[in-house]
């Protein structure tokens, strides 16, 4: 995968997840998989991320894995050294954006304006996350900025239900939506896997 365009192609719900502990990384791999889930975005907000990264490009390949919450170079540095097929940043800074870039790896920038927007269009970034979503404004948004940004396609994330999923998905410049419900925090402590395959397949009927 080199395109940022094919994240949208991997299924309707990326899992962004928050690892405590690399060993829980292979299973909740597998059982978001039996549940119809080819994608994961390790967030690198633990110090356990990485490794969970690596683990899980080793050990499950039909799964995408890549990491989330990348907000410095070095941790986009890091991640791909780590066997991340994509990075993902709530944000778009120049210095973010540029080591990112150096990866060659595909990466979505996160926005939440119109000029945030433009801006990563002008550097020819076309498919984006939209952080935080809910609190950002919504579907409605989305829809609104649709018109006079036509060639922009969106991974909306922050606040997403299984409920609101649907109204996101439905938009014509949303490729895919984000969200934390389907590895609740409980469930990975307890190493409810089947729970968290059951939420996977529901989420990966959504579209
Ligand atoms: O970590 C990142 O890169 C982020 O930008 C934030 C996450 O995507 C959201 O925190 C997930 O949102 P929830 O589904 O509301 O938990």
Same mark, same amino acid.
């Given at each position: 995968?080199?395109?940022?365009?094919? /994240?949208?192609? &991997?299924?309707? !719900?990326?899992? %962004?997840?928050?690892?405590?502990? =690399? $060993?829980?990384?292979?299973?909740? *791999?597998?059982?978001?998989?039996?549940?119809?889930?080819?994608?994961?975005?390790?967030?690198?907000?633990?110090?356990?991320?990485?490794?969970?990264?690596?683990?899980?490009?080793?050990?499950?390949?039909?799964?995408?894995?890549?990491?989330?919450?990348?907000?410095?170079?070095?941790?986009?540095?890091?991640?791909?050294?780590?066997?991340?097929?994509?990075?993902?940043?709530?944000?778009?800074?120049?210095?973010?954006?540029?080591?990112?870039?150096?990866?060659? /790896?595909?990466? &979505?920038?996160? !926005?939440?304006? %119109?000029?945030?927007?433009?801006? =990563? $269009?002008?550097?020819?970034?076309? *498919?984006?996350?939209?952080?935080?979503?809910?609190?950002?404004?919504?579907?409605?948004?989305?829809?609104?900025?649709?018109?006079?940004?036509?060639?922009?396609?969106?991974?909306?994330?922050?606040?997403?239900?299984?409920?609101?999923?649907?109204?996101?998905?439905?938009?014509?410049?949303?490729?895919?939506?984000?969200?934390?419900?389907?590895?609740?925090?409980?469930?990975?402590?307890?190493?409810?896997?089947?729970?968290?395959?059951?939420?996977?397949?529901?989420?990966?009927? &959504?579209?």
């Amino acid at each position: 995968m080199n395109n940022p365009q094919e /994240l949208f192609d &991997l299924g309707p !719900v990326v899992p %962004v997840v928050v690892l405590d502990e =690399a $060993a829980h990384a292979v299973p909740l *791999a597998r059982a978001l998989l039996r549940g119809g889930i080819r994608v994961i975005e390790v967030t690198l907000r633990t110090p356990a991320a990485l490794a969970a990264i690596e683990r899980i490009g080793a050990e499950v390949p039909d799964v995408v894995v890549g990491a989330g919450t990348v907000t410095t170079g070095e941790q986009a540095e890091q991640a791909a050294k780590s066997g991340a097929k994509f990075l993902i940043s709530p944000g778009a800074t120049d210095r973010v954006l540029d080591a990112m870039e150096q990866t060659g /790896l595909p990466f &979505l920038p996160g !926005v939440a304006t %119109v000029s945030e927007a433009m801006r =990563a $269009a002008e550097r020819g970034l076309t *498919a984006l996350k939209f952080f935080p979503a809910e609190a950002a404004g919504g579907v409605p948004y989305l829809r609104s900025i649709a018109g006079p940004l036509p060639g922009l396609r969106f991974c909306p994330t922050g606040g997403i239900t299984p409920a609101r999923a649907g109204a996101y998905l439905s938009l014509p410049n949303v490729g895919c939506v984000g969200g934390s419900w389907l590895t609740p925090a409980d469930a990975l402590a307890e190493g409810d896997w089947s729970r968290i395959e059951a939420l996977a397949r529901d989420a990966a009927a &959504l579209r």
